[in-house]
């Protein structure tokens, strides 16, 4: 699968034009809405959005086989990831009831030619909320952090490799967002095409457009797992960074653009080398004199 160098500032679609999001009756579907930016409109005089402003530089014109792409190895990442954690569990899991969830999550696939990118985003919206209720409801809200983690070790596998050292987790969070349609921006220090692996690489989601889709969704009358996608996307993105080696760090914000995120990924310092083993302390007692 492709991953397009490119970095920069992003808007999910045209501030004219809807975009078409179906709602898909997971609590992540949402028709479109006017996309702000923390950076200021595009259009003000004096700012430069040509091709060669690094900011400007985004996946937003990422190819419909790649967006579709990306939906299904996400799917794959998470359903892999959850089986690997229900082998790994003590207790009898009832493997008739998670061949029943499996049979819901892959229901009606989308043909293999002639599916949409649209067609594969409801499969996987569908396969989350049915993966997070099953889990929620049979072991508790905090077994999201064990998935998340399983999921990591499926990410690790599956997820390429292109020698852009941090700053490849960060682009995968970015071409995440780009999915949604959420707007983010990288640091000016995060080169996209580095001569040498970063050590550190960064972005900010300014405005997360899950908080969009879910809301539209619980205004339907959706139930909702989580109160917050917050909840399980911080420790899923954690999880994936440190699977790829790299120390992640992340912000939470709400402010005028709405609710976001800022992600950052550091090379972990290298383990010091152990000093010389120091001689043995003296414990010699003095005789009287």
Request: glycine residues 8%.
């Amino acid at each position: 699968m492709s991953d397009a160098p490119e970095g920069g500032i992003a808007r999910g679609g045209p501030r004219d034009t809807p975009a078409s999001v179906p709602d898909d009756g997971a609590g992540t579907g949402e028709p479109g809405r006017p996309l702000t930016a923390l950076l200021g409109d595009p259009r003000a005089p004096g700012r430069h959005t040509g091709p060669a402003d690094p900011l400007r530089n985004t996946y937003r014109a990422m190819p419909e086989t790649e967006r579709s792409a990306l939906w299904r190895q996400r799917l794959h990442e998470a359903e892999a990831g959850l089986t690997r954690l229900l082998a790994a569990q003590d207790d009898d899991v009832p493997l008739t009831e998670w061949f029943a969830l499996q049979s819901e999550i892959f229901a009606d696939l989308p043909d293999p030619a002639a599916g949409t990118a649209t067609d594969w985003q409801r499969v996987f919206f569908r396969g989350q909320a049915l993966m997070e209720r099953f889990l929620v409801a049979r072991y508790g809200e905090e077994s999201l952090v064990q998935w998340a983690r399983a999921n990591a070790e499926v990410h690790r596998d599956v997820e390429p490799d292109h020698g852009r050292g941090a700053a490849d987790p960060v682009h995968r969070i970015a071409r995440q967002a780009e999915l949604y349609g959420s707007d983010y921006e990288f640091d000016e220090a995060t080169d996209p095409a580095p001569a040498t692996p970063s050590a550190r690489a960064a972005l900010t989601i300014t405005h997360c457009a899950i908080w969009d889709y879910r809301e539209k969704a619980r205004r339907s009358g959706v139930r909702l797992t989580l109160a917050s996608p917050c909840t399980y996307c911080t420790e899923a993105l954690s999880a994936n960074i440190r699977a790829k080696g790299f120390e992640p760090s992340h912000r939470l914000r709400n402010g005028p653009t709405g609710h976001g995120c800022r992600w950052e990924a550091a090379a972990t310092a290298p383990a010091a080398e152990p000093g010389p083993t120091p001689p043995p302390a003296d414990t010699h007692t003095p005789r009287e004199q």
